[in-house]
Antibody, heavy 120, light 105 residues
Framework: EVQLVQSGAEVKKPGESLRISCKGSGYNFTSYWINWVRQMPGKGLEWMGR????????TYSPSFQGHVTISGDKSISTAYLQWSSLKASDTAMYYC??????????????WGQGTLVTVS | EIVLTQSPATLSLSPGERATLSCRASQSVNNYLAWYQQKPGQAPRLLIFDASNRATGIPARFRGSGSGTDFTLTISSLEPEDFAVYYC???????FGPGTKVDIK
């Protein structure tokens, strides 16, 4: 079974750093991009960026470029989303999602369970 | 940047009725459009990709159509478990529409 399992909920103070994780299993982790999606309380879905786990090449939405860093460790089939200095406005649910297309314009066929980040 | 708009914002229907949800792109995305369903407290679930292809395990009552800038998700006969929020997403740069909430009338 293809699965993405995310790290647990976090409560942080403004200015603190944070890294959350997304571990893939049940498939060849390096063959599919991993995306990160933000959902602020009561709001819609926002694509943040993505990483190719095979070489850690990443791309970001202009809205998130410079505010977060996406990285990965293919040896343990894990992608990361990190902040160097959190703000209260970073409070949200964060999802990782697999791009189901091996090539070309993709779609998000498998999602993690979400990691709730609270900054207060 | 490609902007997606969805209409209506809320759709109030009864079980057994047909639901028609619209998604419009600010410029052509060819057929590269996906639809997702999200229930409260759950991660989104892929329904449709490439405008009209059902994802694995998605019932036949869900049908996607359209190309270019105008797309439709049709649920032929609403089941109780279909009441949720539906998002469209353009597959070129991955932006999402604001969502349509389908609630029980």
């Amino acid at each position: 079974e293809v699965q993405l399992v995310q790290s647990g909920a976090e409560v942080k103070k403004p200015g603190e750093s944070l890294r959350i994780s997304c571990k893939g299993s049940g498939y060849n982790f390096t063959s599919y991009w991993i995306n990160w999606v933000r959902q602020m309380p009561g709001k819609g879905l926002e694509w943040m960026g993505r990483i190719d786990p095979s070489d850690s090449y990443n791309t970001y939405s202009p809205s998130f470029q410079g505010h977060v860093t996406i990285s990965g460790d293919k040896s343990i089939s894990t992608a990361y989303l990190q902040w160097s200095s959190l703000k209260a406005s970073d409070t949200a649910m964060y999802y990782c999602a697999r791009d189901g297309a091996a090539a070309g314009p993709g779609w998000f066929d498998t999602w993690g369970q979400g990691t709730l980040v609270t900054v207060s | 940047e490609i902007v997606l708009t969805q209409s209506p914002a809320t759709l109030s229907l009864s079980p057994g009725e047909r639901a028609t949800l619209s998604c419009r792109a600010s410029q052509s995305v060819n057929n590269y459009l996906a639809w997702y369903q999200q229930k409260p407290g759950q991660a989104p679930r892929l329904l449709i990709f490439d405008a009209s292809n059902r994802a694995t395990g998605i019932p036949a009552r869900f049908r996607g159509s359209g190309s270019g800038t105008d797309f439709t998700l049709t649920i032929s006969s609403l089941e109780p478990e279909d009441f949720a929020v539906y998002y469209c997403q353009q597959q070129l740069r991955f932006t999402f529409g604001p969502g349509t909430k389908v609630d029980i009338k």
